[in-house]
């Protein structure tokens, strides 16, 4: 056995190849496959002609043998083992024997003629080249026999370079072959001998020769095909055995495999699992983070949304209290204005009211009414309002000596405040009102937002209570005379206030006392749209005078309209059932039920005769008062911030006036004291600790209460 080695080599032509790997490798023994022995007369193959290019190409040096499925078809010795040259398959030369060739070629011929085949069952060489061939060119190769050139199956072929040297003759060749050869002569060549000698010294007949040839080309035969036989059992029982071990050895592979893919197998049902299991965990965890973002995020929106409103809730409360405190501060401040030694008002110099008003600076003018202009200053760290008169002709003087007479004496919550006057240049001193008049509010002049209804409802009485006020002063009635919403002030907390009360009467004393309707005859005066139509004929003015001014305001309040051909609109749209036509809608969804009854008081209001008209105080106050508490916001209503202790944040009872400026509730303040000495609301050093009581504060806040007026719950 053989041990061999697969080498794989590319090239384009495959002759070239092998000789370019023989000599690369100095290979000497080559021997190259071939297929089975063509039959006769037939084109050589593809696969012949190949091995044949092949053994032609191999180097010189290089022995080629030529094998197929029967056994060695040729070969092609190297110049080492050749001494010359070689030519053909064999060589032909001039040989004596030629009886020898004769007898070999007859017995051939017979041989075929009795098998019908050629020798040993191999396709038999051209009787030409075997009648040529020449047996001491035969007998010249070590190893070779007859039986083997007879059949074919050790034919000496060599290349155009190679050549077998001939011997010179058959006998001698065969002797010397035998002779130089450490071999024993075999049975078939002593027989050959035998045959030939026999042939060339004797005249024996044919047959004997015929059947020596016979019987030794049979015997060689016979056992050619058993060595065969052998050799390709063998064979096969060597493939076979590789082929049990590669099949047992593809087996355990293929058992391992499978082993191996049910393992994998498992293991990937098992990793599968897990990563399912992760993945299911993975989403659980996905979903609870998605539920807790969705959750953050409410949360986040939700405490954003509370953060607006408690910062919201914050800035108003901060500006509540800061508008609170500037209230407090400016109530107070005017206050201390009115308490200077027994005077009913403060004197201030023509120095201080110039200086007030820059100068009377254009910028700071308010505006300008009939019997002066007004304009906005500032007096002792508060801001004011003043009033400087024309001329000093006699009516201007009157007008200032009238108002200056009743502001001076009287105090109401809705009646503009009087802190001083300036008696020698005709000056008037107010507290400021920051919302302006109530009629710029309507018309919404300078772009000013409108009045809520709500709030239309509350003005409305609190002008009818501070004209019932006036009505009920004593000794003697007051009438305004002028009252439009002109002449009705603003504070910042929309709170309504009546003012310029310069064409205000008072009525007899002695006619007071009587349960009739009270008229004085005076000069006309006020505006044309408000006044009296009884007062315009007559001259007479009496307090429902002033009613009808305010049924005429109300009317404004509702629809924010001119008082020109007012009261008739306004009727068609009560009898037609249509009040909403007419009602200001920027004012906001008003109540329909009590704006038809706000409408028709005011209309009552404005009846031609004195004596048709509601009596204020008993019919119109009271149905304002109820109509304000039945449109009032809960939440919404309060107090005066000038009414509320600083100290206890409460309505006071017992108001004192502290060296400060500020008002206190006495007790308060006296148990402040004992600790202290610095002001509650500037935390500033007090010059001294006496208390004076604010009756001023005082009356008013039992107006208010009087009024309907209800303290903040704790």
């Known amino acids: 056995q053989v041990e061999a080695q697969v080498l794989l080599v590319e090239g384009n032509d495959v002759a070239d ?70 030519g053909s398959l064999v060589p032909k030369g001039n040989s004596e024997s030629s009886e020898t060739e004769e007898f070999i070629d007859s017995s051939i011929s017979d041989l075929d003629d009795s098998s019908g085949r050629g020798l040993s069952g191999f396709p038999s060489l051209p009787r030409s080249n075997l009648a040529s061939e020449n047996l001491e060119s035969i007998s010249s190769v070590e190893g070779f026999n007859l039986y083997d050139y007879l059949t074919g199956n050790a034919s000496v072929y060599a290349n155009k370079d190679r050549r077998i040297t001939p ?17 024993v002569p075999t049975k078939e060549s002593s027989l050959l001998g035998f045959m030939l000698s026999d042939k060339k010294g004797s005249d024996k007949v044919p047959t004997k020769q015929n059947s020596l040839l016979e019987l030794m080309l049979s015997e060689k ?101 800061a508008k609170a405190s500037k209230d407090a501060d400016r109530k107070a401040r005017l206050e201390k204005l009115l308490v200077l030694q027994g005077d009913s008002y403060s004197t201030f110099t023509w120095e201080e009211i110039d200086n007030a008003t820059a100068s009377f600076s254009e910028s700071l003018k308010i505006g ?27 009516t201007s003087t009157k007008h200032f000596n009238q108002e200056l007479e009743v502001l001076s004496r009287i105090r109401h919550p809705h009646l503009l405040m009087l802190l001083g006057a300036c008696p020698d240049k005709g000056c008037l001193v107010y507290e400021y009102m920051e919302n302006g008049s109530l009629a710029d509010r309507l018309q919404r002049r300078k772009g000013t937002p409108a009045i809520p209804w709500v709030d239309r409802f509350r003005i409305a009485w609190e002008i009818a ?11 003697s009635p007051i009438i305004h005379r002028d009252l439009k919403p002109e002449n009705v002030l603003l504070d910042s907390n929309l709170v309504s206030k009546i003012g310029d009360v310069g064409l205000s009467t008072l009525m007899p004393q002695k006619e007071t006392l009587s349960n009739r309707t009270v008229y004085k005859r005076t000069g006309l005066a006020g505006t044309l749209f408000y006044l009296d139509p ?26 924010a309209k001119s008082p020109i051909g007012l009261p008739e609109l306004v009727e068609r749209a009560v009898e037609d059932g249509q009040i909403t036509d007419v009602l200001d809608k920027s004012a906001g969804d008003w109540p329909v039920k009590e704006a038809h009854e706000l409408a028709q008081l005011g209309l009552k209001c404005l009846e031609m005769r004195s004596k048709d008209r509601p009596d204020l105080k008993s019919v119109v106050a009271v149905d304002l008062e109820r109509l304000k ?34 008002s206190y509730e006495h007790d308060a303040i006296v ?32 107006s208010w209460m009087a009024q309907g007026g209800r303290p903040l719950m704790e």
Not at 676 to 692: E, F, H, I
């Open 221 to 321: 035969k016979v056992s050619g095909n058993k060595d065969d036989i052998s050799t390709e059992l063998e064979k096969l029982k060597l493939e076979l055995g590789h082929i049990q071990g590669a099949y047992k050895l593809v087996q355990d592979e293929s058992v391992d495999a499978s082993h191996q893919v049910n393992e994998l197998a498992a293991r990937r049902m098992e990793v599968e699992a897990q990563l399912s299991e992760i993945q299911a965990r993975v989403d659980k965890a996905n979903d609870d983070v998605q539920e807790q973002m969705a959750q953050r995020l409410l949360a986040e929106e939700a405490a954003t949304q509370l953060k607006d409103l408690v910062r919201a809730e914050v800035m108003q409360k901060n500006r509540l209290l």
């Open 167 to 183: 011997c010179t003759g058959a006998q001698s060749s065969i002797s010397s072959q035998f002779q130089g050869s450490d071999k």
């Open 465 to 475: 209570s501070a004209l019932v006020f006036l009505h009920s002063t004593k000794p």
């Open 17 to 86: 190849t092998i000789s370019s790997l023989v000599s690369q490798y100095k290979i000497q023994i080559l021997v190259v496959g071939n297929s089975s022995s063509m039959i006769p007369f037939t084109r050589m193959s593809s696969v012949t002609r190949t091995s044949s290019k092949i053994c032609k190409s191999v180097p010189s040096f290089c022995t080629a043998y030529v094998v197929s499925k029967d056994g060695l078809s040729s070969v092609y010795a190297s110049e080492s083992e050749s001494g010359l040259p070689s």
């Open 629 to 662: 508490h039945s449109t009032a916001v809960p939440g919404l209503a309060g107090p005066p911030s000038h009414f509320m202790c600083p100290i206890l944040k409460k309505v006071m009872k017992n108001p004192c006036l502290a060296a400060d400026g500020y």
């Open 671 to 702: 148990m402040w004291l004992c600790d202290q000495n610095t002001s509650p609301v500037t935390k500033a050093q007090l010059r001294d600790k006496k208390l004076v009581p604010n009756l001023s504060l005082m009356s008013a806040i039992a």
């Open 368 to 394: 300008t009414g009939s019997n002066g202009t007004v304009y906005k200053g500032h007096l002792n760290h508060l801001d004011v309002a003043i009033k400087v008169l024309h001329s000093n002709d006699s």
């Open 534 to 559: 009884e007062y315009q004929r007559s001259g007479q003015v009496s307090v429902k005078s002033d009613t009808y001014a305010l049924g005429m305001v109300i009317l404004e309040l509702l629809t």
